[in-house]
DNA sequence: CCCTCTGTTATACTTGATATAACACAGAAT
DNA sequence: ATTCTGTGTTATATCAAGTATAACAGAGGG
């Protein structure tokens, strides 16, 4: 369990939690069928609040990454909707060009950045 | 000037605005130099509070696309710091990537979805 | 039957986002 | 000079969201 959470960052703690449990999935520390630490052990692992790890646990149930069943906990079980998955990256991609366009960065880095990350992930 | 916000968005109004500027530079709608509406003519157009469109701009002033005079307002003036901006890019294409791998999405698909925005971008 | 594990709910507290109002400075018009 | 209108700024208030404390409810193991 590799989670590491920055009090100074303007993210909030739950959203900070929900990114690095779906790059845990990606990178397979997480597998499928797999569960998840309870909202109590994780909270105080971290030093947060339970209700925190709840809450990031309900969105990650809500986008698809995990189901919640009252007596195991929370379990990793992706909910394969490829065509919204398409839709979001292409939202969130928009953004994230777009910033680093104006600072000049060009198509051929962007395209050895996806490679270096997909690398890492799939490592 | 084309804004369009959307008030049902769980995105706060100022994260939009500061999108979808950025975004305007990025498809040469805006340039270098350029003057920025006032803040209270912006707010009165999209029908929200001045102070809002304020945080916007302090927010593009602080990330180095704008410079804001308290005279004419805010100009567009790209800080470019390639270094600062690709550890960025890096950073957030991390967590979109992972949730689209986590969906399925190839990495091929990755690729495409780049060169149709940039595509975008640049006509 | 009790103890302990799970998530859930109710309630407060604190921080952040948005709105209202008054301010201060600069330039144009009179 | 004086007033008017434009700019961003600051102070204060309101409302929603994030986080924390505490008590609850169901399931399973001693």
């Avoid at 590491?4 to 997480?30: K, P, R």
């Avoid at 947060?48 to 709840?54: G, L, Y």
């Avoid at 069943?69 to 991609?93: F, P, S, T, V």
């Amino acid at each position: 369990m590799f989670i590491e959470i920055d009090f100074n960052s303007d993210e909030a703690i739950y959203v900070q939690l929900c990114n690095q449990i779906i790059m845990g999935i990606a990178t397979s520390q997480f597998r499928e069928g797999e569960q998840l630490p309870s909202v109590r052990q994780l909270a105080d692992a971290i030093g947060i609040n339970m209700h925190t790890v709840n809450k990031a646990y309900s969105i990650l149930q809500q986008e698809g990454f995990v189901k919640i069943d009252r007596r195991r906990g929370a379990i990793i079980a992706i909910d394969l909707n490829k065509l919204a998955a398409l839709q979001e990256a292409h939202d969130m991609l928009s953004v994230v060009l777009a910033r680093a366009m104006c600072k000049g960065v060009s198509r051929t880095e962007i395209h050895e950045l996806i490679d270096e990350i997909y690398g890492e992930y799939e490592a």
